[in-house]
């Protein structure tokens, strides 16, 4: 018999509400709250360990409460692992996503979670696990662990699967490549496709956009002569050296270089480590791609007030949108920090 | 680019995939030249590759003074 682990917040443990809320990670033998459920359910697998962690705990030591948990996953034997359902409780549905994520990436076995289309665990967390769409409250708790077991089922004795839509969860943006049965070529599809587009009839695209999120549209400068304007790129422009180690592809790491005093990035001195280009002209001449002497005779003629005495620089190639919103995120401290009133980015 | 957007910091993005950067959510762009070479061709003499380089930069600076109240292409001449 294979085996499978739940995770679950206090409340669910029964230990209390939000009084409750900071209680630390522990984990216990067998079945508590939900376990039992979904134990009772689960074809292919029993439930062997139930961890329990306040919502709280979670949500202000996310780390602390990740580390610990994996510790007490360490020496235990588990081939799935399950977390909530977290209804429409957003702490909830973010721990079981934080949870589920880090499980998924120490120990490699499929993680299931349910939460309501409005937590925020949702957006959060559906590129990275598989979250099945859970009713509002625990009035729905059956049927949204029968909807996490039976998936488990099929995962466990490796059944084939639909795609996120067929089987119910949260569609995560991966593609997979697929033998259609009545092996229709792409070329024909697309046709049929556009045949219906053009005469005004539904058809439904193999590769659907995802819903935009959009950021409002920050404030004009007033007096760009008195700006302080900072370059950035995500050319993979950077010294020669690439001090701090940024990434070809898939970057994780950014930096920040000084160009006090300098009128240009001299080849030689600079270049670009980005994977996703072909670099000789960038390492000819690195101001085609971070336009360092442009910039600088617009301060020298007063265009702008000031050129910000750093630049800015990442890979944008194969870098997740997480990742990049982060990386972002720790630049802007900066900026804020050290005046800086607007961004050129430059990006290849 | 959206979060230092999001964070009220006025940007402009030079892309050359100017498609992209709008589906992504840039609000105020400029188009460049290409992708290895966003702001000068090396087929072209110094010279042309830095009045573009002059021009396109100076476009995406006036886009920063640019009241706009929808997503943005800033025109360039060169």
Sequence with gaps: MKKAILYINQFFAGLGGEAKADYAPEIKNGLVGPAMELDKILQNAEVTHTVICGDNFMGSNTEKAVERILEFLEDKEFDIFFAGPAFQAGRYGSACGNICKAVKEKFGVPVVTAMHEENPGVDMFKKDIVIFKSGKSAASMRKDLNKMAQFGDKVLAGEKLGTAEEEGYFIRGIRHQVWLEDEVPASDRVVDMLLKKIRGEEFISELPIPELDRVPIAEKIEELSKATIALVTSGGIVPVENPDRIQSASATRWGRYNIKGMDRLESGVYKTIHAGYDPAAADADPNVCLPLDAMRAYENEGKIGKLHDYFYTTVGTGTTQAEAARMANEMVEYFKNEGVDAIVLTST | ?78
């Design chain 2, 1 to 78: 680019m959206k979060e230092i957007e999001r964070a009220g910091i006025t940007i402009v993005q030079m892309a050359n995939l100017i498609p992209v950067a709008k589906t992504v959510g840039a609000n105020r762009m400029v188009p460049t030249i290409s992708i290895p070479y966003p702001l000068g061709d090396p087929s072209t003499s110094k010279e042309e590759q830095w009045k573009l380089r002059y021009h396109r930069v100076g476009v995406a600076l006036d886009a920063l003074t640019t009241d706009i109240k929808e997503q943005t292409v800033f025109r360039v001449k060169i």
